[in-house]
């Protein structure tokens, strides 16, 4: 695979190659603007089988990515990216 887009990338799984779980889908992506150069990769967590909530938002490192493919991206770790999403539901704002 050489090049892909950002909207390419969205459509992909994340697949942590330690236990084989699929952490997520990518949702967005970290880019540096002074060097232009893709920083991370944000994924919203499926399930909680990934190690993580659903709905966590995750932070992968470029560094952590072992292998881009055509269907799944294949990472070390992931971290859960700053701030954590809430997984509050709605009323429950309202309540307090």
Same mark, same amino acid.
């Given at each position: 695979? /050489? *090049? *892909? %887009?950002?909207?390419?990338? +969205? #459509? &992909? !799984?994340?697949?942590?190659?330690?236990?084989?779980? +699929?952490? /997520?889908?990518?949702?967005?992506?970290?880019?540096?603007? +002074?060097? /232009? #150069?893709?920083?991370?990769? $944000?994924?919203?967590?499926? %399930?909680?089988?990934?190690?993580?909530? &659903?709905?966590?938002? $995750? &932070?992968? %490192?470029?560094?952590?990515? *072992?292998?881009? /493919?055509? !269907?799944?991206?294949?990472?070390?770790?992931? *971290?859960?990216?700053?701030?954590? &999403?809430?997984?509050?539901?709605?009323?429950?704002?309202? %309540?307090?």
């Amino acid at each position: 695979m /050489g *090049c *892909c %887009s950002i909207e390419d990338l +969205c #459509k &992909k !799984d994340v697949i942590n190659v330690e236990n084989a779980a +699929c952490i /997520g889908t990518v949702t967005d992506v970290e880019v540096d603007v +002074c060097s /232009g #150069k893709l920083v991370s990769l $944000l994924v919203l967590a499926q %399930s909680r089988m990934s190690g993580f909530r &659903k709905g966590d938002m $995750l &932070k992968v %490192s470029w560094e952590d990515i *072992c292998v881009i /493919g055509d !269907d799944v991206i294949l990472v070390k770790n992931a *971290c859960p990216a700053e701030p954590l &999403k809430q997984n509050k539901p709605l009323f429950d704002i309202f %309540s307090k």
